[in-house]
C-alpha cells in the first residue's frame, strides 16, 4: 500500500511543477541502503524494538491520561465549554479517551525513529538509515522516481523488494514477540504463559492467515478471542 500511495504523491507533485522530493544524492542513498544482504534486517528487528517500546509508551500514556482524568477535565474545561458549547466538549473528551493511547503510541514511534540517527551520531554510528520500518518502500520508491522521472520506479537490483519484505516481517514479528513475552513477567510462570500464547497465535496462522490481513469475520471473533486468551 505504501508503494503505490508515495507513488501517487511523487506524480502528482511533479504534475504540480514541484522538483524531485529527493534529491539525486539521498536518492541514491536510499536505494542504496536497503539491501536484504547488509544492516538491514538487523536495523528491521532494532526498529521492531522501538514499534513494542511505542506500544509500552502507548499504554503508559492512556494510563496517565485515565487516572488524571484528562477525558473528564477537557470535557468540563470552562472555557472551552463557552467556546463550543457542553455537548461538543462531550463528545471531544470521549473523543480522547478513544484514541489518546493511539496518538501517544504514533508520537512515541515518530520521536523514537526520528532520534535514532541523531543518537547514532552522537555515539559516532553510521547515523544515515539506522532503522528500517515497513514504510522504508515508499522512500525507495521516491528514490527510484526520482532517478528515472519518465518511467515507474523499477528495483535498482533484485534484492530490493525482498528486502522490504524481510523488513515487513522483522518489524511485526520482535514487536509482538517482546509483547507476547513480556505481557506477563511479573508472574513466575510468565515465559510457559508466553510461549503457550506464541503457539496459539502461530497455530491461527497457519488455519486462518487470512485473518492477518483482513479483519475477522464476526463468527470467526470469538474463535480469535479466545486464541488470544490462551
Given at each position: 500500500?505504501?508503494?503505490?500511495?508515495?507513488?501517487?504523491?511523487?506524480?502528482?507533485?511533479?504534475?504540480?511543477?514541484?522538483?524531485?522530493?529527493?534529491?539525486?544524492?539521498?536518492?541514491?542513498?536510499?536505494?542504496?541502503?536497503?539491501?536484504?544482504?547488509?544492516?538491514?534486517?538487523?536495523?528491521?528487528?532494532?526498529?521492531?524494538?522501538?514499534?513494542?517500546?511505542?506500544?509500552?509508551?502507548?499504554?503508559?500514556?492512556?494510563?496517565?491520561?485515565?487516572?488524571?482524568?484528562?477525558?473528564?477535565?477537557?470535557?468540563?474545561?470552562?472555557?472551552?465549554?463557552?467556546?463550543?458549547?457542553?455537548?461538543?466538549?462531550?463528545?471531544?473528551?470521549?473523543?480522547?479517551?478513544?484514541?489518546?493511547?493511539?496518538?501517544?503510541?504514533?508520537?512515541?514511534?515518530?520521536?523514537?525513529?526520528?532520534?535514532?540517527?541523531?543518537?547514532?551520531?552522537?555515539?559516532?554510528?553510521?547515523?544515515?538509515?539506522?532503522?528500517?520500518?515497513?514504510?522504508?518502500?515508499?522512500?525507495?520508491?521516491?528514490?527510484?522516481?526520482?532517478?528515472?522521472?519518465?518511467?515507474?520506479?523499477?528495483?535498482?537490483?533484485?534484492?530490493?523488494?525482498?528486502?522490504?519484505?524481510?523488513?515487513?516481517?522483522?518489524?511485526?514479528?520482535?514487536s509482538f514477540t517482546l509483547a507476547l513475552w513480556g505481557?506477563?513477567?511479573?508472574?513466575?510462570?510468565?515465559?510457559?504463559?508466553?510461549?503457550?500464547?506464541?503457539?496459539?497465535?502461530?497455530?491461527?496462522?497457519?488455519?486462518?492467515?487470512?485473518?492477518?490481513?483482513?479483519?475477522?469475520?464476526?463468527?470467526?471473533?470469538?474463535?480469535?478471542?479466545?486464541?488470544?486468551?490462551?
Amino acid at each position: 500500500m505504501v508503494v503505490p500511495a508515495a507513488l501517487l504523491v511523487e506524480l502528482l507533485w511533479r504534475q504540480a511543477g514541484g522538483e524531485a522530493i529527493p534529491d539525486a544524492e539521498k536518492a541514491k542513498a536510499t536505494i542504496e541502503s536497503l539491501h536484504v544482504l547488509g544492516v538491514t534486517p538487523i536495523y528491521a528487528a532494532y526498529t521492531g524494538v522501538l514499534l513494542w517500546l511505542s506500544a509500552v509508551l502507548s499504554g503508559w500514556i492512556e494510563n496517565w491520561a485515565t487516572y488524571r482524568r484528562l477525558p473528564e477535565a477537557l470535557a468540563h474545561q470552562p472555557r472551552l465549554v463557552y467556546a463550543f458549547g457542553s455537548e461538543r466538549m462531550q463528545r471531544g473528551g470521549a473523543w480522547f479517551a478513544r484514541n489518546v493511547a493511539g496518538l501517544g503510541g504514533n508520537i512515541a514511534l515518530g520521536f523514537l525513529l526520528g532520534m535514532t540517527p541523531v543518537v547514532a551520531e552522537f555515539f559516532r554510528r553510521a547515523a544515515r538509515g539506522a532503522s528500517r520500518h515497513a514504510d522504508h518502500g515508499g522512500a525507495c520508491t521516491c528514490g527510484q522516481h526520482a532517478r528515472h522521472p519518465r518511467c515507474l520506479p523499477r528495483p535498482h537490483s533484485g534484492w530490493h523488494a525482498p528486502a522490504i519484505a524481510v523488513v515487513g516481517v522483522l518489524n511485526l514479528s520482535v514487536s509482538f514477540t517482546l509483547a507476547l513475552w513480556g505481557g506477563d513477567s511479573r508472574d513466575a510462570r510468565g515465559s510457559l504463559v508466553a510461549a503457550a500464547r506464541i503457539r496459539a497465535v502461530i497455530a491461527r496462522l497457519l488455519a486462518a492467515p487470512r485473518d492477518f490481513l483482513l479483519q475477522p469475520t464476526r463468527a470467526a471473533a470469538p474463535t480469535a478471542t479466545k486464541a488470544a486468551r490462551v
